[in-house]
C-alpha cells in the first residue's frame, strides 16, 4: 500500500540531520534541522518543454470550462501509517537519524548502489522527469485510462498531497496513484485515496500543475522517475521506522519515496 504524508518546497531536497539539543530539564533530545541540497543536476533538462506542451494542449482541451483554481501554496498533511507487508546527495538523503516518541533513533535508508553508474541522459531521454541514481529498468506500467471522475479527483489530490512541488512534485504523486492501480490491482483513484489512505485534501481546488502531470502520467503514460513508488512520507510531519525499512528510491522536497521490497 501507499502511504502518504506530504510539504514540500519546489527543486530542493531537505536533508534531515538529527543534532543533540538540551530541553529546560537538562536532558538531551534530538532536534531535526533540515539542510537544502540542489538536484537540479537530476532533472530533466526538457522538464520546462514537456510541461508547456502539456499546459498548451491543456488550453486546447479546456478553453471555454469554468475551473477550480487555488495557488500551489497547500499546507503540510498529517502523516499515516501501514502496516509492514554510488548514491547521489542530489537524489538521496544521506544516513542520519531520526527518532520516535520514545527517542529511539530510526536510520534513515539510502538508495541500492548499482553495479555501474546510472545514465541519466538515457532516463530523461525515455522521459522521466527525474535521473535516479538506482532505476529499475524492469519498471513499467500499462496505461491507464481516467474516467472524469478519476481525472478531477487525482488532479485535486495531486494539489492537496504536493501542491508546492510544482509538476514534479504532481507527477510523483500522480505516478505513486497509478503505480498502486496498475500493480496493487485498483480500480479506481478513489479506491487509492480509501484504501492506501493518502491524507491530501480533495476540497482545495487544482492547479495548472495538477493538470499538466495527470495528463503526462496517465494520458501520455510516462512517470516522474524509472522505479516503482508504493511508499513515502515526510520525516518533518513522522517518524517511521517501517518506511526506512523499504526500498528506498528518492527524496524530492523533503518527502521520502520507496517501492517494497517484494
Keep these: 500500500m501507499v502511504c502518504v504524508a506530504l510539504v514540500a518546497t519546489l527543486l530542493a531536497v531537505h536533508t534531515v540531520i538529527a543534532t543533540n539539543v538540551m530541553s529546560t530539564d537538562g536532558t538531551k533530545q534530538v532536534e531535526l534541522v533540515p539542510t537544502t541540497v540542489s538536484i537540479d543536476k537530476n532533472i530533466n533538462p526538457k522538464s520546462d518543454e514537456i510541461k508547456q506542451i502539456g499546459s498548451q494542449a491543456l488550453t486546447q482541451d479546456t478553453s471555454g470550462l469554468t475551473e477550480n483554481t487555488v495557488s500551489s501554496s497547500t499546507p503540510a498533511t498529517k502523516a499515516s501509517t501501514t502496516a509492514p507487508a554510488s548514491t547521489s546527495a542530489a537524489t538521496t538523503v544521506s544516513p542520519s537519524s531520526v527518532t520516535n516518541g520514545t527517542q529511539t533513533p530510526i536510520q534513515f ?56 512541488g510544482g509538476f514534479i512534485g504532481a ?54 522517475v524509472q522505479h516503482r513508488i508504493m511508499y513515502m512520507y515526510n520525516p518533518y510531519m513522522v517518524q517511521s521506522s517501517f518506511h526506512e525499512s523499504q526500498n528506498f528510491i528518492l527524496a524530492y522536497g523533503g518527502v521520502r519515496f520507496f517501492d517494497s521490497w517484494a
Excluded at 485510462?145 to 508546492?164: A, H, I, V
Design 109 to 164: 535508508a539510502t538508495a541500492v548502489k548499482p553495479d555501474t553508474p546510472a545514465d541519466y541522459n538515457s532516463q530523461w531521454d525515455l522521459g522521466y522527469l527525474i535521473a535516479i541514481d538506482n532505476p529499475d529498468s524492469s519498471y513499467a506500467c500499462a496505461k491507464i485510462t481516467l474516467t472524469d471522475e478519476d481525472r478531477d479527483l487525482l488532479e485535486r489530490l495531486c494539489m492537496g498531497e504536493f501542491g508546492s
Design 171 to 224: 507527477s510523483l504523486i500522480a505516478q505513486s496513484v497509478k503505480d498502486a492501480m496498475c500493480f496493487e490491482g485498483y480500480g479506481s483513484v478513489e479506491e487509492v485515496i480509501r484504501e492506501c489512505r493518502y491524507d491530501g485534501s480533495t476540497e482545495i481546488g487544482t492547479n495548472d500543475d495538477c493538470r499538466q502531470a495527470v495528463r503526462y502520467i496517465f494520458d501520455e503514460n510516462h512517470d516522474a
